[in-house]
């Protein structure tokens, strides 16, 4: 892989990684993500718009970024989020069927299938991350593509440990863990 591809898949996992993580973090193992109803529901639409604004405004502080451009990139951003989360769901979707295949002792056939269509799918989001990313791109300069990945490495770092101390939380019943 070339290193502008790898900088591209970088790029786009970095921020679908920062941008859904925590909502993602706060279910517990095992749990049917996809699909999960309640509260708690509420709770993370309400964690992901609160990041997705903490986002958008250290982006626009950090890359100087003029009316223009924040209008032109942010639409972008969040599709490329939303496509980042879809893919998410199909990718665990595939695993844990794949998983439960092996365990019910499937035919080597069918975990072959279940295989290719994981690769499959990781091949499909890397080349669509990898055009989004390329739209972001059209509208910054070449200084602020340089500084818009790294701002992804930083936010997504940030989130992890946000994430991080929200299980931490969590688990021992502290601010923002169980009520």
Do not use: C
Request: without cysteine.
């Amino acid at each position: 892989m070339s290193a502008k591809r790898k900088g591209i898949a970088l790029a786009a996992g970095l921020l679908g990684a920062s941008l859904a993580g925590v909502a993602l973090a706060q279910a517990p193992p095992g749990a049917e993500r996809p699909e999960r109803q309640g509260p708690m529901q509420g709770r993370r639409q309400e964690v992901r718009q609160r990041m997705l604004e903490l986002f958008a405004s250290r982006l626009r502080a950090e890359l100087g970024l003029t009316d223009e451009q924040f209008q032109a990139i942010m639409p972008l951003v969040e599709a490329m989020e939303e496509e980042r989360a879809a893919h998410r769901r199909e990718t665990w979707q595939l695993r844990m069927e794949l998983r439960r295949a092996y365990a019910e002792g499937a035919p080597d056939t069918r975990l072959e299938e279940l295989l290719q269509a994981i690769e499959r799918s990781q091949r499909e989001h890397q080349k669509s991350m990898e055009a989004r990313l390329q739209e972001i791109d059209e509208h910054l300069t070449v200084r602020q593509r340089v500084e818009f990945r790294g701002f992804l490495e930083r936010f997504r770092n940030e989130m992890r440990r946000r994430v991080e101390d929200a299980r931490v939380r969590r688990h021992l019943g502290g601010p923002g863990g169980p009520r």
